[in-house]
């Protein structure tokens, strides 16, 4: 897999083939297809600065560095010298082709060794920048011609190739070391089909299971060509397992993101990351959900979801935040701007307008009224705020963390709580104090109504 090139057209600090495409960088997603192909041993040739690319691979993945960018061919004397001898098929690839399919590598290695050399082709509407593949009868390869080499005539052809090679291992090995060098000094690997043709033993052109498949990418107009192609593979999979997806085109859904049946997922909707969603939810309009596990029947809207469990029958939205370690469990409801943040929230409670919970452990049937805030950070550490079942906590009230809330107990509309408030207790005021009586504390203030009357 070759991986050494420094991608100057990309303009980045980040190395070319660890741009994420659909959410995956290229060269793991190329592993991936590989390793789908039923590839045993993969060598990733890295340049000089290898060291960003190999923090990434797992470690049954072979390194080997090719010290000077002396083109794709002397790349590839790198890479089989770390392969084991005697291997009888040699699969090359580049690490900048995040398209490419297992059905596509695997066409191309079985093709050989009834030819020296397959490699996979493709039609593209516009194959500028491309060598052009000239072919003869069944697909047998006379030459490749870069573009800058090519007559107008064969400029003409669009049969591409891409960077997706199959070798017989022990003709590679005799005939590499006799190509020679470019006037540029570098070694073409693309120059073997030359020689094999030489030799009465033509390459065999395969066609691609989709012509994006050959597609590389050297520029960010071609990466977002591809993370376009990407995206739509991956809804169409989708679709055809039983998600509704109702706008695809502007619908993003990452490669990783696991959806379920009878899913529905609305326009202007962001799914992305080790994200997890179970049966007859609704997403969006305008969700962006990262990272999360969204159990059955839960319904986001125009709300950000990030790092956290969402529970079955769970309403969020519209313009709420769910941040990072949050738990909602099951029919939680939580209305408009609002934020909660690395908390436990219990069954059935609501929170619908304006409200804050930070580092909070919060029980069952809980109403947090409008403009409530768990005060959680005292400017130097953060604390929890423990509120019970069955709570009621007032319009505005701010609860200045660590403090508890035992179950049943309300809190007024304004209210500073500064210290724990006993089950069933009611306070009120600046800072907060008890007044009145008790009720049970798992009664709600609507019960302890009903009962007075």
Same mark, same amino acid.
């Given at each position: ?76 004397? +790198? ?24 059905? *596509? ?5 079985? /093709? ?9 082709? #493709?039609?593209?509407?516009?194959p500028?920048? &491309? ?28 049969? @591409? ?20 060098p ?5 070694? &073409? ?16 052109a ?17 990466? /977002? ?8 593979? @991956? ?11 109702? $706008? ?5 859904? $990452? ?17 992305? =990351? ?15 959900? +990262? ?5 059955? #029947? ?11 469990e ?7 939205g ?7 370690? *949050? ?23 609501q929170?619908?307008?304006?409200? &804050? ?21 005292? #400017?130097? /550490?953060?604390h ?19 403090v508890?809330l035992?179950? #049943?107990?309300?809190?007024?509309? =304004? ?12 306070? @009120? ?25």
């Amino acid at each position: 897999m070759l991986a050494a090139g420094r991608g100057v057209r990309m303009r980045s600090r980040l190395p070319k083939v660890l741009h994420p495409v659909a959410g995956v960088p290229m060269l793991n997603r190329v592993i991936r297809s590989v390793q789908e192909a039923g590839v045993s041993h993969i060598v990733v040739v890295l340049g000089a600065e290898a060291d960003p690319i190999r923090a990434t691979l797992a470690p049954e993945i072979v390194v080997a560095i090719q010290a000077e960018p002396r083109g794709t061919g002397d790349a590839v004397r +790198v890479g089989i010298e770390a392969l084991p001898p005697h291997t009888e098929r040699v699969l090359v690839v580049g690490g900048d082709t995040p398209l490419v399919t297992s059905g *596509t590598l695997r066409a191309v290695l079985d /093709a050989v060794p009834d030819a020296p050399i397959a490699m996979a082709t #493709g039609h593209l509407s516009d194959p500028t920048g &491309y060598g052009r593949v000239m072919v003869r009868d069944a697909g047998l390869v006379d030459r490749i011609v870069e573009e800058s080499d090519a007559t107008s005539d064969e400029r003409a052809t669009t049969l @591409v190739n891409g960077m997706i090679f199959a070798f017989e291992g022990t003709w590679l090995r005799k005939t590499l070391p006799s190509v020679q060098p470019s006037p540029s000094g570098e070694i &073409y690997l693309t120059a073997l089909v030359s020689h094999a043709a030489l030799e009465g033993r033509p390459a065999r052109a395969i066609a691609a299971a989709d012509s994006m498949d050959v597609i590389g990418v050297n520029t960010r107009a071609q990466l /977002a060509m591809t993370e376009s192609t990407a995206r739509l593979r @991956v809804l169409q999979r989708l679709m055809e397992a039983g998600v509704t997806i109702v $706008d695809p085109a502007s619908t993003y859904v $990452d490669e990783c993101v696991q959806i379920e049946s009878d899913v529905v997922v609305h326009p202007q909707s962001y799914i992305r =990351g080790e994200t997890v969603i179970e049966r007859d939810c609704v997403i969006g309009p305008g969700a962006e959900v +990262v990272d999360c596990h969204v159990r059955e #029947g839960a319904r986001i809207s125009w709300s950000v979801v990030e790092s956290s469990e969402i529970g079955p029958r769970v309403r969020i939205g519209p313009y709420f935040r769910v941040r990072a370690g *949050t738990v909602l469990e099951a029919d939680v409801a939580l209305g408009s701007f609002g934020e909660v943040k690395n908390s436990r929230v219990g069954e059935r409670t609501q929170m619908h307008h304006f409200s &804050y919970l930070g580092d909070a452990v919060v029980g069952p049937d809980v109403n947090i009224g409008a403009g409530a805030i768990t005060c959680n950070y005292d #400017g130097v /550490a953060k604390h929890q705020t423990t509120i019970g079942a069955g709570v009621f906590v007032g319009s505005d009230s701010l609860l200045i963390a660590p403090v508890t809330l035992g179950d #049943g107990a309300m809190t007024g509309a =304004g209210s500073v709580v500064t210290r724990d408030v006993a089950p069933g207790a009611r306070v @009120v005021g600046v800072p907060a104090r008890q007044i009145g009586s008790k009720r049970r504390p798992t009664q709600t203030p609507a019960e302890e109504q009903a009962t007075q009357r």
